[in-house]
Structure formats: structure tokens, C-alpha cells
């Protein structure tokens, strides 16, 4: 089975912290996605990659960056996070295309306070 | 128009009905179509993809309509575990899935 691991279930941070949230897939898949999932609003992409170093945005990008060093991981940076970020963060991955189904980590519960 | 629109419900049922769940989407040259399903407080997970000729599994029934940009999902004779929100999902933008903000099912006993 495809695993997607994420670095943390639950994290509180402070107004202007920079914030890390780290996500491990295990199958070798070319992409990787970040959302965040608000009540209301739904599942919004942030970011993707489709091969390690690339990286793309997609239709909330403001406010966060990515990195992709290696294939199987996928980070989202909050480089100063404010309180609407607050938020639960889904890392996905699919194995070749974008349009492949995706495979979700448990996801991030991030507080700014 | 929204990308991918759906009912959000909830849609409250007894144990044993059918309920049919409805998604409009608005790019016309899409090509794939999903229906995922989350429970509460867990992450998103592939239930089925739709197919132009329509598809079942189990209790479950997917059709498409391109020409009125259409999804459904029809699930019969419904449990309690059924319960938990269904995302309708279509290839959008960027070359990536968009995803519909869900419609909720609770099954009562």
C-alpha cells in the first residue's frame, strides 16, 4: 500500500514563526501536492512538484513556499505565518500523472495563534 | 461558474435507502473523473472513477454525462458506514484534480 506520512498531526505556532510541514511518500511517485482544507471552502491546491527541484504553483500559493530536494519528500514553508493560515494541510502524492488518483497523508492541523 | 459544484448537504437517510449524489463541473475538456470519500477527521480516498460508459461497484454507481458536464453517484441499499462526505473530483487545471467541496451522508439506523 502507498504510504503518505506527515511530519506532525497537530502543531501550535505564534504569528510570524516560520513553520515546516514535511511529507514522506514511500512508492516512488513523480508528484507531489499540497492542499489545505478548510470548512466551507474545501480542498485548495497550494503547490505541486513533478519531479524533485520543480516545483509548481497552484491557486493559493501566497503566503507559502515548497521544497523538494529529494524525490519522496515534499515541504510546505510558512515563511512568516499569520493567523489565516490556520488550517488543516493534506499532503498528497500520484504516481505519474497529475491526473492519477492521489493518495492523501493523515494531514496537519496547524493553529496560528 | 465554480469549477466543481456540488449539493453539500448533509443528506440524512435511513439505513437501507438510495441516495444519488449530483456534481456539475465547468471545463469542458476534462478527461478524468473521480468521487472520493473522507471520513470525519481523516484524509481524502479514492472510491471510484467515473467512466464515459458508467461504472459500478458493489453497491455503488457512477455515471457521467459530458454533454450536460455531469456526475453522479447512486448508493443503494445504504449502511451505516456509508456515512462520511463524497468529493467529486475532475481533471482541472495546471493538468491536476480539482476537487468539489463535498456533499455529507448520514446514515441513520
Known amino acids: 500500500d502507498v504510504k503518505v506520512t506527515q511530519s506532525s498531526r497537530y502543531l501550535v505556532k505564534r504569528t510570524g514563526e516560520k513553520v515546516f510541514l514535511e511529507c514522506v511518500q514511500d512508492m516512488d511517485h513523480e508528484n507531489m501536492f499540497w492542499y489545505r482544507q478548510d470548512p466551507g471552502l474545501g480542498l485548495r491546491l497550494i503547490y505541486f512538484s513533478y519531479d524533485v527541484k520543480m516545483k509548481e504553483k497552484g491557486d493559493i500559493p501566497e503566503g507559502y513556499s515548497v521544497s523538494r530536494e529529494k524525490k519522496e519528500r515534499f515541504s510546505l514553508i510558512l515563511e512568516s505565518a499569520s493567523t489565516n493560515q490556520t488550517s488543516m494541510y493534506l499532503c498528497?502524492?500520484?504516481?505519474?500523472?497529475?491526473?492519477?488518483?492521489?493518495?492523501f497523508g493523515p494531514g496537519t492541523r496547524l493553529t496560528v495563534l | 461558474r465554480k469549477e466543481v459544484e456540488q449539493d453539500p448537504g448533509p443528506f440524512n437517510v435511513p439505513e437501507g435507502a438510495t441516495v444519488a449524489f449530483n456534481c456539475t463541473y465547468s471545463?469542458?475538456?476534462?478527461?478524468?473523473f473521480f468521487w472520493y470519500r473522507q471520513d470525519c477527521r481523516k484524509e481524502p480516498k479514492l472510491l471510484m472513477s467515473v467512466y464515459s460508459s458508467g461504472n459500478e461497484d458493489g453497491r455503488f454507481t457512477a455515471q457521467l454525462n459530458r454533454a450536460s458536464q455531469y456526475i453522479s453517484l447512486l448508493i443503494r441499499d445504504s449502511k451505516l458506514s456509508d456515512s462520511a462526505t463524497y468529493l467529486c473530483?475532475?481533471?482541472?487545471?495546471?493538468?491536476?484534480?480539482?476537487f468539489g467541496k463535498g456533499t455529507m451522508l448520514l446514515v441513520s439506523p
Open positions: 471545463n469542458s475538456a476534462s478527461q478524468s
Open positions: 473530483v475532475v481533471a482541472g487545471g495546471y493538468s491536476t484534480l480539482t
Open positions: 498528497a502524492s500520484s504516481e505519474v500523472s497529475g491526473l492519477d488518483e492521489q493518495f
